[in-house]
Each structure stands twice: as structure tokens, then as C-alpha cells.
């Protein structure tokens, strides 16, 4: 069993950035495809960003394409969201998922976070 723990998170005026991470209890995540979803109140969650195992490969959703990058530490066990001109859009509680078969699909990821809460104001 793999437990993610996310930090970061916050409240941040529109236009500033803020850094997400995510890391493993219990195991490693170094073989794990890894994404990075969101869930806005009162909508569904979204794929947001999801890097592969290697690092090799990234995809983003086209609403945070260009602003937001994810990346894998160098041990590859801890993966990152850099977000940077935030919107008050961005808005959401931000989760963590791992062992995702396709990368955008919520429900193709074996494991997920607790979340953690971006609150970006305008």
C-alpha cells in the first residue's frame, strides 16, 4: 500500500505562484506514472498535469498548459507542481495520484492523496 502526502498548498493572490508536493509513505514511487488532479466546489475533479515513471514525458490539461509544470525529483520519489500566474480559477483542493495507467483519467490511478487546499484570490 502506497500513502501520498501533499504540501504546499495555500492562499496566494492572482498572479503568484505557489509549489506543490508530493511524496510516498511506505513505499517508493520511482516506478509509479504520477498526475496531479483538482476538484473545484461543486465540480467534478479534473485532470490537472501527469508526468511517466521515467520523467520522460509530461502532459498538462490545456487550462494550466504554460503556467503549471510538474516534475519528479531526482530520486524520482518525489513528484512536483510549480504554479506560477495563478487565477482565482485555479481555485481547488489539489490531489496527488500514482500508478496511473492512462494519465489523464481520474479512475486509472491506483493511489491519491488526502489533497491539499490552493486558494488563489482576486
Known amino acids: 500500500q502506497v500513502q501520498l502526502v501533499e504540501s504546499g498548498g495555500g492562499l496566494v493572490q492572482a498572479g503568484g505562484s505557489l509549489s506543490l508536493s508530493c511524496s510516498p509513505s511506505?513505499?517508493?514511487?520511482?516506478?509509479?506514472?504520477m498526475g496531479w488532479f483538482r476538484q473545484a466546489p461543486g465540480k467534478e475533479r479534473e485532470f490537472v498535469a501527469a508526468?511517466?515513471?521515467?520523467?520522460?514525458?509530461?502532459i498538462y490539461a490545456d487550462s494550466v498548459k504554460g503556467r503549471f509544470t510538474i516534475s519528479r525529483g531526482n530520486a524520482k520519489n518525489t513528484v512536483y507542481l510549480q504554479m506560477n500566474s495563478l487565477k482565482p480559477e485555479d481555485t481547488a483542493v489539489y490531489y496527488c495520484?500514482?500508478?496511473?495507467?492512462?494519465?489523464?483519467?481520474?479512475?486509472?490511478?491506483?493511489?491519491w492523496g488526502q489533497g491539499t487546499q490552493v486558494t488563489v484570490s482576486s
Open positions: 508526468i511517466t515513471w521515467s520523467g520522460g514525458s509530461t
Open positions: 495520484a500514482a500508478r496511473g495507467s492512462t494519465l489523464t483519467m481520474a479512475n486509472s490511478y491506483a493511489y
Open positions: 511506505g513505499r517508493t514511487l520511482s516506478q509509479y506514472n
